[in-house]
């Protein structure tokens, strides 16, 4: 299904379909909508592959099932419904796996936080399975780093990647995360130390976030938590990390606006100004109304109609998030990234940032003590293997 178009009077009844299901909740006129589409004559593979795609299968079947059913084909109606029970079934093994290991880096006297995963489905859904999670994405300080290894290591998990201990440290002095797993790889857990790279948020630092943090009862579980202007400001950094790839990602956005009256929106933009974020913050939330009608207070309204690039990267990402394939080709990522950025100070660092080597380079050689400027030297040449690579893939 080719979801190319960016007006809604030239979408498919597909897209259209999916846009409305990306929503988190629907309104009468929505599922009005909703309705008469079903009516239409409807490439059901196409749509359920675009769905799985961005990670809405749950939340399309929740929408699905609460409108005509009837109209569903049997067939897609079941494999939807066995999607959605799996991942009531996944998100609760990673809820329970959550609340162990938040136990045992608690008695190694390790103070944590999640982010994203299976958490923000019950608070911003209200329900975490509409939220399709793959992983546990964990947050400690830099100096518990090595305890909180350890308590991994001692669960079973091990690196993803096999690297050395040179190699772990340079990791760990330039990026922000590492990715553990066990069980085969059915259990994964993102161990952060930062939300992001300090080269791609410089001043919105894991370490900015501890002293804010609130407590969460999660039925009889305690937890740490941002606050929700910091997880509005941490899930809009996320999904310009990736040029949100996935519509669910706008969704979070929008489950999470929709999901509480509180939101202090004057303090979010001064923070999101404060980092050096304010672009990527009012581009997460624009996608959020103009994708999912997500409602906007006026003085941020104000603020995205000042910055004229908004519109013009909301634009350019709409087509990438509605397109068959996004485009992941280094030149587009890179003119995206650096649109996203105000100031040549700003720009700089993302070219340093996209330059700096990742796991995926110290995976392919180790080198000797004090060569490793070598990987910096592989990293446009991975970048360009990749490329054509993907490439090749899509012209046989």
Same mark, same amino acid.
């Given at each position: 299904?080719?979801?190319?178009?960016?007006?809604?009077?030239?979408?498919?009844?597909?897209?259209?379909?999916?846009?409305?299901?990306?929503? =988190?909740? $629907?309104?009468?006129? /929505?599922?009005? +909508?909703?309705?008469?589409?079903? @009516?239409?004559? !409807? #490439?059901?593979?196409?749509?359920?592959?675009?769905?799985?795609?961005?990670?809405l299968l749950p939340l399309?079947?929740?929408?699905?099932?609460?409108?005509?059913?009837?109209?569903?084909?049997?067939?897609?109606?079941?494999?939807?419904?066995?999607?959605?029970?799996?991942?009531?079934?996944?998100?609760?093994?990673?809820?329970?796996?959550?609340?162990?290991?938040?136990?045992?880096?608690?008695?190694?006297?390790?103070?944590?936080?999640?982010?994203?995963? =299976?958490? $923000?489905?019950?608070? /911003?859904?209200? +329900?975490?399975?509409?939220?399709? @999670?793959?992983? !546990? #994405?964990?947050?400690?300080?830099?100096?518990?780093?090595?305890?909180?290894?350890?308590?991994?290591?001692?669960?079973?998990?091990?690196?993803?990647?096999?690297?050395?201990?040179?190699?772990?440290?340079?990791?760990?002095?330039?990026?922000?995360?590492?990715?553990?797993?066990?069980?085969?790889?059915?259990?994964?857990?993102?161990?952060?130390?930062?939300?992001?790279?300090?080269?791609?948020?410089?001043?919105?630092?894991?370490?900015?976030?501890?002293?804010?943090?609130?407590?969460?009862?999660?039925?009889?579980?305690?937890?740490?938590?941002?606050?929700?202007?910091?997880?509005?400001?941490?899930?809009?950094?996320?999904?310009?990390?990736?040029?949100?790839?996935?519509?669910?990602?706008?969704?979070?956005?929008?489950?999470?606006?929709?999901?509480?009256?509180?939101?202090?929106?004057?303090?979010?933009?001064?923070?999101?100004?404060?980092?050096?974020?304010?672009?990527?913050?009012?581009?997460?939330?624009?996608?959020?109304?103009?994708?999912?009608?997500?409602?906007?207070?006026?003085?941020?309204?104000?603020?995205?109609?000042?910055?004229?690039?908004?519109?013009?990267?909301?634009?350019?990402?709409?087509?990438?998030?509605?397109?068959?394939?996004?485009?992941?080709?280094?030149?587009?990522?890179?003119?995206?990234?650096?649109?996203?950025?105000?100031?040549?100070?700003?720009r700089l660092r993302y070219?340093?940032?996209?330059?700096?080597?990742?796991?995926?380079?110290?995976?392919?050689?180790?080198?000797?003590?004090?060569?490793?400027?070598?990987?910096?030297?592989?990293?446009?040449?991975?970048?360009?293997?990749?490329?054509?690579?993907?490439?090749?893939?899509?012209?046989?």
């Amino acid at each position: 299904m080719q979801l190319t178009a960016t007006t809604s009077e030239a979408r498919s009844a597909e897209q259209k379909i999916l846009l409305i299901c990306a929503r =988190p909740h $629907l309104d009468d006129a /929505a599922r009005a +909508d909703l309705n008469a589409l079903l @009516s239409s004559k !409807l #490439d059901w593979d196409c749509l359920i592959a675009a769905a799985q795609r961005h990670a809405l299968l749950p939340l399309l079947h929740h929408h699905l099932s609460k409108s005509q059913l009837d109209l569903v084909p049997p067939a897609h109606a079941k494999q939807l419904k066995t999607v959605f029970q799996e991942n009531v079934a996944r998100n609760l093994v990673l809820m329970n796996e959550l609340r162990s290991i938040t136990q045992s880096l608690q008695s190694s006297g390790v103070e944590s936080f999640p982010f994203k995963g =299976p958490v $923000l489905g019950l608070i /911003a859904y209200d +329900d975490p399975g509409l939220r399709q @999670s793959v992983d !546990l #994405d964990i947050v400690v300080r830099p100096t518990d780093l090595a305890k909180a290894w350890d308590c991994l290591t001692a669960r079973g998990y091990r690196l993803t990647r096999k690297l050395d201990a040179r190699q772990i440290q340079f990791l760990i002095s330039r990026q922000h995360n590492l990715q553990f797993a066990r069980n085969e790889g059915r259990l994964m857990i993102e161990l952060h130390w930062r939300i992001a790279p300090k080269l791609f948020a410089p001043g919105f630092g894991a370490e900015d976030l501890w002293s804010k943090l609130k407590t969460i009862n999660l039925k009889g579980f305690e937890l740490r938590s941002l606050p929700v202007e910091e997880l509005l400001m941490t899930l809009c950094v996320h999904g310009a990390r990736h040029l949100w790839e996935r519509l669910s990602w706008v969704t979070d956005i929008a489950a999470v606006i929709s999901a509480t009256d509180e939101i202090r929106w004057t303090e979010l933009l001064a923070m999101a100004k404060r980092t050096h974020t304010e672009r990527i913050l009012l581009v997460g939330l624009q996608l959020a109304k103009e994708l999912l009608n997500a409602q906007l207070p006026p003085e941020i309204s104000k603020a995205i109609a000042d910055d004229a690039m908004v519109a013009t990267l909301v634009e350019t990402l709409t087509k990438r998030i509605c397109a068959a394939e996004a485009d992941n080709s280094f030149p587009q990522t890179f003119k995206c990234h650096l649109q996203m950025r105000t100031g040549w100070s700003a720009r700089l660092r993302y070219f340093r940032f996209a330059m700096s080597p990742t796991d995926g380079e110290l995976a392919l050689m180790s080198v000797p003590r004090g060569f490793n400027f070598l990987y910096y030297a592989l990293r446009p040449w991975r970048l360009l293997a990749t490329r054509s690579s993907r490439h090749a893939s899509q012209n046989p």
